[in-house]
């Protein structure tokens, strides 16, 4: 069998991972084991083609519909967990973008892991995208969640504003040139989960842009914001976070040593 899809032309880590996905003593599932291999043969990622991947402690699942959640997101939730540290016991968190869920639901879930019974919000202005991370949140059993399909803020309910402990983004920053020289795969990302348009003179920015300033209506004295980003949006984005009167403003590095997770606090 492996050697099947080595012959196909599938890298041997790939094919032994395909084969132990699909693996059925009784064989009925060879058929769709070969249809795997052709899909990624095609250039298809790899998680499409599983249909799930592992995002900290949970096994998410993935498909078309949503972004693939990166290693460096999984940074992000650390951030986000450890602005939680001294606030309240039950959080009101609301996650902006949700995509399949990755951000909100692994806080919800290792918020859940220490005894603390968080509530979520996740919105998205993709229908789709929100039916995956409904799904995810059956999945693993987190029940504190609503969904909202939603522009940014622009859906959420007004009872909300100045509530918010914690918000989350993964917003879509890359510009629209800039996605031209990346890498094909990403091409079979939903496009809208990607890419925004330039704001303020910086490329990919418009998305961060309205974040930042919307969400200081939203969050309660002393809440986070927690947004990732490319490396180049690091000026801008802390710029406009000191003009709007966030306090505590900072800007981390990814493992890989690049500027990527933004965080600032509303005003006490
Ligand atoms: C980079 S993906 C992040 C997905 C997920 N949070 C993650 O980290 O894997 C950005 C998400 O934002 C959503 N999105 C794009 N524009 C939006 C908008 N104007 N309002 C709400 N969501 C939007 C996309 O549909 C996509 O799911």
């Not at 790899?46 to 799930?52: A, K």
């Not at 039916?131 to 959420?156: E, I, P």
């Not at 000026?235 to 590095?253: F, N």
Request: with cysteine; proline share 6%.
């Amino acid at each position: 069998m492996l050697g099947e899809l080595v012959a196909l032309g599938l890298e041997r880590h790939e094919a032994r991972w395909l084969t132990q996905e699909f693996a059925d003593p009784s064989g009925a599932d060879h058929a769709a084991l070969l249809a795997a291999a052709q899909r990624r043969r095609a250039g298809e990622p790899l998680q499409y083609v599983i249909g799930h991947w592992p995002f900290r402690a949970l096994d998410l699942d993935v498909d078309p519909r949503v972004l693939i959640p990166r290693p460096e997101t999984e940074e992000l939730v650390a951030v986000a967990l450890g602005e939680l540290v001294d606030g309240p016991g039950a959080p009101l968190i609301l996650d902006l973008g949700c995509g399949s869920g990755a951000l909100g639901l692994s806080v919800l879930d290792e918020l859940r892991s220490r005894g603390v019974v968080a509530t979520l919000v996740a919105v998205d202005e993709s229908r789709d995208a929100l039916d995956v991370a409904r799904a995810n949140a059956r999945k693993h059993a987190l029940h504190t969640v609503s969904f909202v399909t939603s522009s940014w803020f622009d859906a959420l309910d007004h009872s909300l504003r100045g509530r918010f402990d914690l918000i989350v983004a993964n917003p879509p920053y890359v510009g629209a040139l800039e996605m031209q020289d990346l890498d094909p795969v990403l091409g079979h990302e939903p496009r809208g989960a990607l890419v925004s348009p330039d704001a303020d003179g910086v490329v990919g920015f418009a998305d961060l842009g309205i974040i930042v300033r919307e969400a200081r209506g939203w969050l309660r004295p002393g809440g986070s914001l927690v947004v990732e980003h490319g490396a180049a949006q690091r000026e801008a984005l802390v710029a406009l976070a000191r003009a709007r009167g966030y306090v505590r403003v900072r800007d981390l590095e990814d493992l890989s040593g690049r500027p990527r997770m933004f965080v600032a606090r509303q005003p006490s």
